[in-house]
Nanobody, 123 residues
Framework: QVQLVETGGGLVQAGGSLRLSCAAS????????MAWFRQRPGEEREFVAA????????PYADSVKGRFTISRDNAKNTVYLQMNSLKPEDTAVYYC????????????????WGQGTQVTVSS
């Protein structure tokens, strides 16, 4: 069982930055792949970024590539999403998710989810 808690959301102006954190419980965190998804108002949840247990592979959605960076600290059981050059269309609830070993970009492949954190980007 893995429990995930996201923090770091808030209100920011366009062009600004935020860093989201996702703290995980469980002694097997280092063997889990982690991902960030987001759900924009009126839309379905979509993939943002993922990271393998060792951090060697980090796919991104095209919409955030070059602006967002996913990373993890296995000693702290935490995964991060650094978001730079934020745009109003990045406004969404951001969710952390995990699954054993391998990464995936489909939300149905993830076993554990956090409660989400709101990010609002004003123009």
């Amino acid at each position: 069982q893995v429990q995930l808690v996201e923090t770091g959301g808030g209100l920011v102006q366009a062009g600004g930055s935020l860093r989201l954190s996702c703290a995980a419980s469980g002694r097997t965190f280092s063997t889990y792949a982690m991902a960030w998804f987001r759900q924009r108002p009126g839309e379905e949840r979509e993939f943002v970024a993922a990271i393998t247990w060792g951090g060697g592979t980090t796919p991104y959605a095209d919409s955030v590539k070059g602006r967002f960076t996913i990373s993890r600290d296995n000693a702290k059981n935490t995964v991060y999403l650094q978001m730079n050059s934020l745009k109003p269309e990045d406004t969404a609830v951001y969710y952390c998710a995990s699954r054993p070993i391998t990464i995936a970009t489909r939300e149905g492949m993830y076993d554990y989810w956090g409660q989400g954190t709101q990010v609002t980007v004003s123009s």
